[in-house]
C-alpha cells in the first residue's frame, strides 16, 4: 500500500509543473508567513505581471488578518518567543498597512494606454458611431 501512496504522490507532482522549486516542509512561521502575503496581496502589494492591475480588496484582507487575529487566540501559550512576535509583528503591519488604505483608497487603476489620454474625446465620437 505504501507503494501506491507514493505513486499518486509522484503522479500529482508530475501534473502540477515538474518545474515547480521543491517547496519547504512548512512550520508555524511558514504558515503565518503565507497568510501574511495573501493579506498582503489583498492590500494591493503586487501587481499582476500580465495586466499591469493591482489588486486591492479590503473586504478579503480584513478577513485574513482576522484569521491570523485567530490563530493568535488560539494558539496562546502554545507558542516560543520568536512565534509569538512574528504574529504580533504580522498583525501589526498589515494593520496599519489596511488602515492606511481604508482611509486613503487608491485611485482606480487605469491601463496606461493612449486611450486614457483621448478618454474626454471619446464622448465626442460616440454620437457619431450611432
Known amino acids: 500500500m505504501a507503494e501506491t501512496s507514493s505513486e499518486s504522490t509522484s503522479d500529482t507532482s508530475q501534473s502540477t509543473g515538474q518545474d515547480r522549486p521543491k517547496l519547504p516542509p512548512i512550520d508555524f512561521s511558514a504558515f ?4 501574511g502575503m495573501t493579506a498582503v496581496t489583498y492590500l494591493g502589494g503586487y501587481q499582476n505581471p500580465e495586466t499591469k492591475e493591482v489588486l486591492v480588496d479590503l473586504e ?11 490563530l493568535k ?4 501559550g502554545n507558542l516560543t518567543a520568536p512565534e509569538s512576535n512574528l504574529l504580533d509583528n504580522t498583525l501589526h503591519n498589515l494593520r496599519m498597512t489596511y488602515i492606511r488604505l481604508a ?3 487608491p485611485p482606480p487603476s487605469q491601463p496606461e494606454t493612449s486611450e486614457s489620454s483621448t478618454e474626454g474625446s471619446s464622448e465626442e465620437t460616440e454620437p457619431e458611431t450611432e
Open 103 to 105: 482611509n486613503n483608497p
Open 73 to 76: 487566540e488560539k494558539t496562546r
Open 60 to 70: 478579503m484582507a480584513k478577513r485574513t488578518i482576522d484569521t491570523i487575529e485567530l
Open 32 to 35: 503565518v508567513a503565507e497568510l
